[in-house]
């Protein structure tokens, strides 16, 4: 079959819930994949930061074919030789007590604010049903029907209420802002370190560190989403690490399996997520000796590779760059690690032409917004490799 026959096919039978590149891939290696046709292209998303350790990663792969020829699925009914040794060594790389698995980014999300709800009632007093918990405007933290409900983005919303109530809105950035929506019944305030989503937006230098002692100050639990931001891709192993920020609780997810299976996962101490009792949450997934063994492989991949201090050199090296080049279109490049964002001027006409753009010289990447080109390319990228991402980035942003 060709790529027309995918594309007609996924067409016809998929929902149209995304609007991909018509790229039909069918192997990757690294920072590499093919298409169908046996054309090569390097992944400047990476799935959204899933393949922080790169495409078909041997080790990860290799631990995964040997735990699925073992057992693959016990429930939480039954116990695993996995599981166990996930957690301890996430939580020897991280410093919290406990973990709580999931599966997605969205269930992890949904359980920091299940902790963060029932931590505000058992242990603060806020009165029962009256909790309220602190989000920020751009944020973005998955697609279930009570996260969407607080997302200010219309789009995401739209013809999905009614929502979950008890989110306040904050706009990204503001510490005082935060500090002015508190009441005596707020038990959290989550925030992305950067908005991946809402166009790789860093916040101001200090807004974490302010957001922090805000929380301390009127003893409210800080959540930070590190499902994008975490695992090396900003160039510190969480992207709370650039201010010395310790968040109470903190949603990992995406690379946390390598990109070869959907692993998350909640952080915190024991104060927060000792409050779960059997029969409180669960997953029939969460927590399988399967995505375990690759979860496990998977950050020991990041840590023995030195990707986090390869995300910092090379997405140093990538910032630099596209700050210098010379295009009429660009209004503005930031970042941190290789999560970068080149946000477009409006005479650019949008960043999806671009990306098309791109991908017919062999760089797949996306548009976030409108206006803004992400590339966020796996973290085992090599100088090179960032070399002929970048001629042909600047041509794509000089001569179209
Ligand atoms: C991707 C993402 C999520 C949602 O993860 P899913 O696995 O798609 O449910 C949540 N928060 C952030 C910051 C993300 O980037």
Not at 211 to 231: K, M, P, S, V
Request: net charge negative.
């Amino acid at each position: 079959m060709r790529a027309e026959d995918y594309i007609a096919l996924e067409d016809r039978y998929n929902a149209h819930n995304y609007k991909p590149l018509d790229v039909v891939l069918n192997r990757g290696e690294g920072v590499w994949v093919w298409d169908v046709e046996g054309k090569r292209y390097l992944d400047c998303l990476s799935s959204y930061s899933a393949l922080n350790q790169g495409h078909n990663h041997p080790r990860i792969r290799q631990a995964m074919m040997e735990q699925a020829a073992k057992l693959t699925l016990t429930g939480r009914a039954f116990r695993n030789d996995q599981l166990p040794l996930l957690a301890k060594e996430m939580c020897e790389l991280t410093g919290y007590e406990m973990v709580l698995p999931m599966n997605t980014g969205a269930e992890a999300v949904e359980t920091a604010l299940k902790a963060a709800r029932k931590w505000g009632y058992q242990v603060k007093g806020v009165p029962d049903g009256r909790a309220e918990i602190i989000v920020c405007a751009g944020n973005f933290h998955g697609r279930t029907i009570t996260i969407v409900g607080f997302s200010t983005e219309e789009q995401y919303k739209e013809g999905f209420g009614p929502f979950t109530p008890g989110f306040i809105t904050v706009p990204f950035g503001d510490a005082e802002a935060l500090e002015a929506a508190i009441t005596p019944r707020t038990v959290a305030f989550m925030v992305e370190p950067i908005q991946g989503e809402g166009g790789v937006i860093v916040p101001p230098d200090g807004y974490l560190r302010r957001g922090r002692e805000i929380c301390d100050n009127h003893n409210i639990l800080l959540i930070a989403d590190e499902i994008q931001t975490g695992l090396g891709r900003t160039g510190k192993f969480f992207g709370c690490d650039w201010e010395d920020v310790r968040p109470d609780v903190v949603v990992v997810g995406k690379a946390l399996s390598g990109g070869l299976y959907p692993v998350s996962a909640v952080l915190a101490d024991r104060s927060v997520l000792g409050l779960f009792n059997p029969g409180d949450h669960g997953s029939t997934f969460g927590g399988n000796p399967l995505g375990a063994a690759v979860a496990r492989e998977a950050l020991s991949v990041l840590v023995d590779e030195g990707l986090i201090d390869n995300a910092q050199v090379q997405g140093e090296y990538l910032v630099g760059r596209l700050q210098r080049l010379e295009s009429d279109y660009i209004a503005e490049v930031r970042g941190r690690g290789l999560l970068v964002g080149v946000d477009l001027k409006p005479e650019a006409r949008g960043a999806r032409r671009f990306a098309e753009a791109l991908k017919d010289e062999g760089v797949l990447c996306k548009e976030t917004h409108e206006n803004v080109l992400r590339f966020a390319p796996p973290l085992v990228i090599t100088r090179e490799d960032v070399d002929w991402a970048l001629e042909r980035i600047e041509k794509a942003l000089t001569e179209l």
